[in-house]
């Protein structure tokens, strides 16, 4: 898991990385909590994720927003952030250019940038948020919502009530060609604290069906 530094809108941009081992192995950006409120790229909601995509072959990437860790800058209310995943997707598809397909995951205020991403950037194909916080920033963006995807949430959240999140995933399952696959987890707070493994593995499940649905017949590539 080597460390990377790459150029960011706002200066140097600090990350992890994890090569996948196929020259088209699909690309993951892992995005974490809120910069002001201790979030980092080694938050351990945000290393679960991480490790659920580098471990099914992804080429993965998580990195310090601006003025965390090694990161140059300082906080921008979440326009400067989003600049700085935009810049990392860039980065990771660089030295990916035959990447099969791409995707965002983010924790929190990581799920809020991450789910900004999706409008701007269409070849995301899919996402995972965990705890968006649809009580606290504003996700009217999403119109229509671009990818379908996983959303998880702690059932036991006060942080970020349960009912916020049920009521923003109800709106945008209503669209047109869109799947969203909503899990609370039930006891779970806002951090997972005692259930990040129920956690990960509801991320490793969902990824496991997708990259079945997408992988080549066995059928047709043994005829």
Known sequence: MPE???????????????PGKSP??????????HPQHGGTMNNKVVYSLFNAFAE????????????????????DRGEGELSDAASALDWVQSINP???SVWVAGFSFGAWIGMQLLMRRPEIESF????????????????????SGLILHG?????????FVAKLVTKLSHQRGIHLDYRVI???GHFFTQQIDEMTTHVEGYLDN????TAPSQIAMAS
């Open 4 to 18: 990377v530094l790459f150029a960011g809108p706002a200066g140097r941009l600090e990350g992890r990385y994890t």
């Open 24 to 33: 088209t192995a699909p690309v993951a950006l892992i995005l974490h909590p």
């Open 56 to 75: 099914r072959d992804f080429s993965t990437l998580r990195f310090n927003f601006r003025g965390v860790g090694r990161s140059q800058g300082t906080y």
């Open 98 to 100: 035959n990447a099969r």
């Open 128 to 147: 995972v948020s965990v705890a968006p916080p649809a009580n606290m920033l504003d996700f009217t963006f999403l119109a229509p919502c671009p990818s």
């Open 155 to 163: 059932e036991a959240d006060d942080i970020v009530p349960e009912p």
């Open 186 to 188: 039930p006891e779970a």
């Open 210 to 213: 997708a990259l079945l649905r």
